[in-house]
């Protein structure tokens, strides 16, 4: 059962324009919600977060939005940069446990 | 942010061999530590949670015998592949927390000949 999906599973953006990355999850007991960035062969970058009794989040160019009633989330990478082309986890835990992770979306900016 | 590192960041072994990957939290205690792996082209699996002082909990379909986790202090979880075979070859990550956020380590690749 895939309580955190990422229904795209790539997605390209011309640079500068934004990138919008979605996420769904089904359990309604999650309390925290994370976004991180992962190129090939290292490990996760932590990006951003937002908990539950928030609706956005930015830091920089990056702003995370939690629409709890939709059980969705939504990453949204303002201007995009070359940089950024990386694959993306979105998260959830539930009281500080263990987190459950999104299949990732590749995000592809295009010069 | 916080730092943890992993080490070896990658290892060929032998079959039938063990390997033992350490993660260390450098700048902050970690209670509690994560083991991931990473298939090719795949999400992260956890494997399981390691906690300081007391046996890991191993996620279901996990072997514990053979993925054995040691968290001999607040700053150090090891991973041990034993008796590896090449269907344990991946990527393997750990993870420390602090407050909600999840750090994790640079990775090991494993390949077991």
């Known amino acids: 059962d895939q309580q955190v999906k990422q229904n795209s599973p790539s997605l390209s953006v011309q640079e500068g324009r934004i990138s919008i990355l979605n996420c769904d999850y089904t359990?309604?007991?999650?309390?925290?919600f994370l976004w991180y960035k992962k190129y090939p062969a290292e490990g996760p970058t932590f990006l951003i977060s937002?908990?539950?009794?928030?609706d956005k989040n930015e830091d920089g160019r990056f702003t995370v939005f939690l629409n709890k009633s939709a059980k969705h989330l939504s990453l949204h990478i303002v201007p995009s940069q070359p940089g950024d082309s990386a694959v993306y986890f979105c998260?959830?835990?539930?009281?500080?446990?263990?987190?459950?992770f999104g299949t990732g979306t590749r995000l592809t900016i295009i010069p | 942010g916080a730092v943890v590192s992993q080490h070896p960041s990658r290892v060929i072994c032998k079959s039938g061999t063990s390997v033992k990957i350490e993660c260390r939290s450098l700048d902050f205690q970690a209670t509690t530590m994560f083991w991931y792996r990473q298939f090719p082209k795949k999400s992260l699996m956890l494997m399981a949670t390691?906690?300081?002082?007391?046996?890991?909990?191993?996620e279901q379909g996990v072997e514990k015998d053979k993925f054995l986790i040691n968290h001999a202090s607040l700053t150090l979880s090891t991973l041990t592949v034993t008796s590896a075979h090449p269907e344990d070859s991946s990527f393997y990550i750990c993870s420390a927390t602090v407050s909600y956020e999840q750090y994790f380590g640079p990775g090991t690749r494993l390949t077991v000949t």
């Open positions: 390691s906690n300081e002082g007391s046996k890991a909990t191993y």
């Open positions: 359990n309604s007991m999650f309390d925290y």
């Open positions: 937002i908990s539950s009794i928030k």
């Open positions: 998260a959830a835990t539930k009281g500080n446990e263990k987190l459950t």
